[in-house]
């Protein structure tokens, strides 16, 4: 029997993932995964900063972020041009701020009594240590959207 007289074997699962990567098509649906995880980590970093009073002026930065690196994955689904640079811009800069809030949750942590000592206790009443490590997975996915193939 030729190969063209196989009959079709339907693709399922991870085959279905792997056979998208290879020919391209999951960069787009990346790239528009990383705009909609935007908009929910900004909304949700709002609501929690706004909780603290924007205390510090940086909570604003991880606010305003997300909707640029929104603009950029939507931007990044239609036009090849924008996936390869305004998304991996956008996606750096919160990966970046991402860091940067690891960094300042942590110092929050450190300033409350008791610090690191009294590390269980000020993790659930202080400022969320890992939380800023998620908003730095969205920046991740729009990194890994920028260097994946274009379908064609």
Same mark, same amino acid.
């Given at each position: *029997?030729?190969?063209?007289?196989?009959?079709? @074997?339907? @693709?399922?699962? %991870?085959? !279905?993932l792997v056979r998208n990567v290879e020919t391209g098509r999951f960069e787009r649906s990346l790239s528009?995964?990383?705009? %909609?995880?935007?908009? @929910?980590? #900004? #909304?949700?970093? +709002?609501?929690?900063?706004?909780? #603290?009073?924007?205390?510090?002026? *940086? *909570?604003? =930065?991880? %606010?305003?972020l997300g909707p640029v690196a929104a603009a950029a994955g939507v931007a990044g689904v239609f036009? !090849? !041009? *924008?996936?390869?640079?305004?998304?991996?811009?956008?996606?750096?800069? &919160?990966?970046?701020?991402?860091?940067?809030?690891? +960094?300042?949750?942590? !110092?929050? &942590?450190?300033q409350k009594p008791g610090g690191?000592?009294? =590390?269980r206790y000020n993790m659930e009443m202080g400022p969320p240590l890992l939380a800023p490590l998620l908003v730095t997975m969205v920046g991740g996915m729009g990194l890994l959207a920028a260097v994946l193939r274009r379908e064609k």
């Open positions: *029997m030729k190969k063209s007289q196989l009959p079709a @074997v339907p @693709v399922h699962g %991870v085959d !279905r528009g995964l990383t705009a %909609v995880g935007a908009l @929910v980590t #900004a #909304a949700e970093i +709002y609501f929690e900063h706004d909780k #603290a009073s924007f205390g510090n002026k *940086m *909570m604003w =930065l991880p %606010v305003a036009s !090849r !041009r *924008m996936a390869k640079t305004a998304l991996p811009l956008a996606s750096a800069a &919160i990966v970046a701020n991402g860091l940067q809030g690891t +960094y300042l949750h942590a !110092r929050g &942590i450190a690191f000592s009294n =590390l």
